[in-house]
Nanobody, 127 residues
Framework: QVQLVESGGGLVQAGGSLRLSCAAS????????MGWFRQAPGKEHQFVAA????????AYADSVKGRFTISRDNAKNTVYLQMNSLKPEDTAVYYC????????????????????WGQGTQVTVSS
């Protein structure tokens, strides 16, 4: 089992920044590819960003490319999502997710490709 706990959400004005963290425990963190998803009210989970187990490969949704940055610190068992130039449409509950990966460079962008999920953290961007 892997436990994931997100933190760092909150209320921010449009144009502002937030940094989300996701702390993992239970299994060797460096064995897991990680991802961030979000869910706005009344909408499906949306892929936001993914990072390989080594941190050498990343992927982003087009809607956040150039504004968000995913990173990980395997020594701290933590994955981050730096969100800059936030827009009201970024308002959602943000979830981190993990999946065991035998490949150091593989990325997962599909919701159903992930095995473990955190409880989510609310991000609200006011206009």
């Amino acid at each position: 089992q892997v436990q994931l706990v997100e933190s760092g959400g909150g209320l921010v004005q449009a144009g502002g920044s937030l940094r989300l963290s996701c702390a993992a425990s239970g299994r060797p963190f460096s064995s897991y590819a990680m991802g961030w998803f979000r869910q706005a009210p009344g909408k499906e989970h949306q892929f936001v960003a993914a990072i390989s187990r080594s941190g050498g490969s990343t992927a982003y949704a087009d809607s956040v490319k150039g504004r968000f940055t995913i990173s990980r610190d395997n020594a701290k068992n933590t994955v981050y999502l730096q969100m800059n130039s936030l827009k009201p449409e970024d308002t959602a509950v943000y979830y981190c997710a993990s999946r065991y990966s035998s490949s150091t460079s593989a990325l997962r962008t599909g919701r159903y490709e992930y095995d473990y999920w955190g409880q989510g953290t609310q991000v609200t961007v006011s206009s």
